[in-house]
């Protein structure tokens, strides 16, 4: 609904939100509803944990030559 910018909600998705147990969803502003939904979803997404491996620095000895490229 909110990509589409509908402002009124369909008697069909009132009756599905009900059914998930979102109580009078015509009294409930659109935004509120998405919120609302969106919290229901939540424990159900997938969070990945990307790992971040370290560089190793090689360690410069000052009074060595530098390397060739």
Known sequence: MNLHDRTE????????????GIERPHAIPIPQ??????????PYL???????RRRRRR??????????A
Do not use: S
């Open 9 to 20: 909600l369909a008697d069909t998705l009132a009756e599905r939100l009900i059914l998930l």
């Open 33 to 42: 509803l998405i919120e609302k939904v969106w919290g229901m979803q939540q």
């Open 59 to 68: 360690r410069v000895d000052p009074g060595a030559p530098p390397p060739e």
């Open 46 to 52: 997938i969070t990945i944990v990307v790992e971040r």
